[in-house]
C-alpha cells in the first residue's frame, strides 16, 4: 500500500474551490478542473517509489494476473475527480476498437500525440462513471426525437427551425436525429443566424414551468457560455439529467454527452480519447465524431449504488476495466474489508477520516488523501468515519 498524490487539470470550465476544498488546500483563483488518480501516461500520479504508471511498469504483478494477462502492464482504470463552473465541450469516446483503428491510423499519418488537430490520444476506450458529491447537471443521450420537435415548437420556432428540424417529426429513431445532428453541425452562412434566433427565443421562456422552461434554461446556459456555438442546438438534442448526491451516471462509448455543472467522482478506462462536436476551442471533428456516436434514442438510467456489505456499496457497471463502489465506514472499533482483491486498487477519501490496514501496513487518510493497493494485498479493511470511493480493475 502507497500514499497516492494525484495531479490537478486546470482546464478553463473547471470550479474554483471544490477541489482545492477537498485537497485541503488555499485556492489561488485559477480554475481546478480535474484531479486524476492514476498511471495515464499524460500526467500519472506518484507514489513514494515515483510516478505510477513506472511503478507499474517495473512491477506489473501490481496489477493482478486478469489485468495483466488482458492488457498488459498498464493499469486499466482512471479515477478523478471533476469540477464544472460551467459547461463542457459536446462530446463522445469510442469503443476499443474503434480507438485502436483510429489512433494507428493517425499515427501513420505522422500526426504528432500533442498536435492540436490530434483526435485520439491513445488507442483506449473510454467508458465512464461519474457519481456525484453534490448536485450534478449534465446533458446525455438523444431524446426522443418527436418530444425534441415539441420542446423546439414550444419556443416559437418551429417555423424557422423547419428545413433542418423536419426528420424530427417526419422519420424518427437513430436515422433522423443522425442527419439533425449532423445538419445543425454544419450550419454556415446565413443560417448560423438560427442558433441566435433559438438562444433569443429561449430567454423569453426561461422562467416557464416544466420540461420547457428546462430546455430554454439549457439553451440560455449553453449560449452563456458558448454565445452563437453550432454545438448548441446539437446539445438541445439530448436529455438533461440532475444527479443528487451518491447518484451515478454510466455513460457508454457512443453516448453523446456534455456536463454542465457540479462535481463528482468520475471512473473510466484509462484514456484521454475525447472526440469533439462543439461548445470548445479545441480541435472539432464532426465526422469523426459522427462515426462513433449511438444515435438511438434512450431514457437515462440513474445509477443507485447496491449494497454489497455493510458500509459497502457498489455501482453496476458492465465495463471489464473498472469497478467502482462507495465506502462509509461509521466505527473506528470495527473495521471493514474494502473488496476488489486480486486486483490494483486506488481508495480516495472525499469526507471524514479512515485508518486504512493492508498486511502489516497500515495509514490514516483524511479527506483528499488517496492510496493505491497493489493485487497481492488482498486482505485490506477500512474503518473510522468517512466516505470513500474505491476502484478496481472489472476483471478479478
Known sequence: MRLLEGTIQRYDWGGKDAIPRLLGQEPDGGPYAEYWLGAHELSPSRTSDGALNELVRRHPDVLGQASEDT????????????????PLSLQAHPSREQAEAGFARENAAGIPLDAP???YADDWPKPETIIALEEFETLCGFRDPAETARLFASLGVADELESIMRPLTERGGAACLAQVFLDVLSLDGDRQRLIDLVAAAAMEHRDDAGPVGEFARTAVQLDSAFPSDRGILASLLLNRVKLQPGEGLFLAAGQMHAHLSGTGIEVMASSNNVIRGGLTAKHIDVGELVSVVDFEPVTPQILSPVWI???????PTPCPEFDVWRVRPTSEEQSVRLPGSRSARILLVVDGWADVSADEQSATLTHGQAVFIGAAETDVAISGQATAFLTASGLR
Open 309 to 315: 456489505r455493510p458500509a459497502v456499496e457498489r455501482y
Open 71 to 86: 492488457w498488459g502492464s498498464q493499469l486499466p482504470f482512471l479515477m478523478k475527480v471533476l469540477s464544472a463552473a460551467r
Open 117 to 119: 488537430n490530434r483526435v
